[in-house]
């Protein structure tokens, strides 16, 4: 058997050691690989080389805590067949090779634009010519939504069609603000602009998108952080999952009426973005994590004014989860609503809290552990039912969990540490590294050129995998559903389009 490069989470390979395949060794080796349930694509791009392009393919293993990697050059000239024929999960990828080098797939089940990026290689296709599914028939309506919102939400498109007030399909087109994120980090001079637009890629997840860029940087400088760095990294990634969890529970709330619990878990988040505000300056976290550094060191003053926040916090969130669990007509709109199979969400290759509402126990801090979750484990919430009421008990119990996790840690709060200059990044090669966001996996690649330049970088947001769901979700539910369905997921626009 062809021998494949291997690697752990946050590490680095040379791109001469990536065994480059056939294209038709390739497609059997990672569609074989995929077969099996822990192995999942992390993620799998393309680099062009001249007038060929190479693409890599990466396959994490969740068992094994590895991630294999191989390569194949093909021809854009030339049509070949696709990945995704053998396993649905690929289809976001090669979709994304298709828009932006114009490769071309025989059997491609799902060929549609993903995008819009200013550099695709069709520039005629534009977002208003997109291919909407579309079924004739006299006794069926089309609803849109979007992708101008009535909220504060980013832009949209959501295409219903529906019996009646039945939905019998939705089809969700996004790439309205293509932002070139990627391309920026790949032109961007400086590290710290760097650091600014990995931080800025999702507002509501700037720890785990900003942890995912520094440990990969570090990782192509061979800089190892010290106990101080990983644990103010490890705190900064509970502190989101506890706060945006805490607002989606309010969300969810207010989009099924149920006004108290939505001021009250609204006024639950306030404490603990105003603590991360204490920390660093910033609600959101930014300014928080740096390569190579902890800019604010965690005191015990700190510490202590946490402990207090975290206590107030959960008797109030405690109190309040138990009124909103027995409102019979809150729980009658949430259970057996949106439900997604544990065998769809295996279909679509659903991540993070989406695969874990739905029976999949898929979490980057247990099977690629990282930082302080290397030393102290997390408890994994799994729930079985895939329905909104999963989804809105699953946020409470990683909150609950989360407050414990958070306890332990701050048991061992390290002491102040020197750490050394970053080195220069290694040259011809690939670092990976994953992290779990409060949505779940996100994953970054870096590739470097000869003089250790960035000539490639490739970002993942969960949402990529995820919005397949929201549309599976709301199969055969009343299109009044919609709203608290897609709250459930809370999947991001920006985190797509990039």
Known sequence: MTRLATIANNSVVRLAEIPLLAYNE????????????????????????????????????????????????????????????????????????????????????????????????????????????????????????????????????????????????????????????????????????????????????????????????????????????????????????????????????????????????????????????????????????????????????LASQLARVLAAYERDLQQMWNKFHDVPPAMARLEKTGVVSRETAKTLGSVGMAARASGIARDIRVSHPHDIYRDIPVTTVVKHHGDVYSRTQLRFEEIVHSIGFIRTILATRPEKEDVQQLSAPAANSLAISLSEGWRGEICHCIVTGAQGEIVRYVVKDPSLHNWPAVAMAVRNNEISDFPVCNKSFNLSYCGHDL
């Open 26 to 301: 390739f497609l059997a080796i990672n569609t074989g690989l995929l077969q099996t349930e822990s192995k999942h694509c992390v993620s799998y791009f393309g680099l062009r080389q001249d007038d060929l392009l190479k693409v890599i393919c990466a396959i994490a293993d969740d068992d094994e805590a590895t991630i294999t990697i191989s390569s194949a050059e093909i021809e854009i000239s030339r049509t070949y067949p696709s990945l995704t024929a053998q396993h649905a999960p690929l289809h976001i990828f090669e979709r994304i090779l298709h828009e932006s080098f114009g490769v071309r797939y025989s059997d491609h089940p799902w060929l549609k634009p993903v995008r819009y990026p200013s550099d695709r290689s069709a520039r005629e296709s534009t977002i208003e010519q997109y291919p909407f599914y579309q079924i004739h028939s006299e006794d069926l309506h089309e609803v849109g939504v979007g992708p101008i919102h009535a909220g504060i939400i980013e832009p949209g498109h959501f295409r219903f069609i529906c019996n009646g007030e039945q939905i019998l399909h939705l089809e969700i087109q996004l790439g309205y603000q293509h932002r070139g994120v990627e391309s920026l980090l790949e032109r961007s001079p400086a590290l710290l602009q760097r650091t600014l637009l990995a931080e800025s890629i999702a507002g509501d997840s700037v720890a785990g998108h900003t942890v995912a860029f520094v440990n990969a940087w570090e990782a192509l400088c061979g800089f190892q952080a010290t106990r101080e760095i990983q644990f103010a990294r490890t705190l900064a990634l509970e502190l989101e999952r506890i706060a945006v969890h805490t607002g989606d529970l309010s969300a969810i709330c207010a989009d099924i009426g149920y006004q108290l619990g939505s001021a009250v878990f609204a006024r639950l988040r306030t404490p603990i973005i105003n603590f991360l505000q204490e920390w660093c300056g910033n609600r959101l976290g930014k300014g928080m994590i740096r390569p190579g550094m902890n800019p604010w060191y965690f005191t015990e003053d």
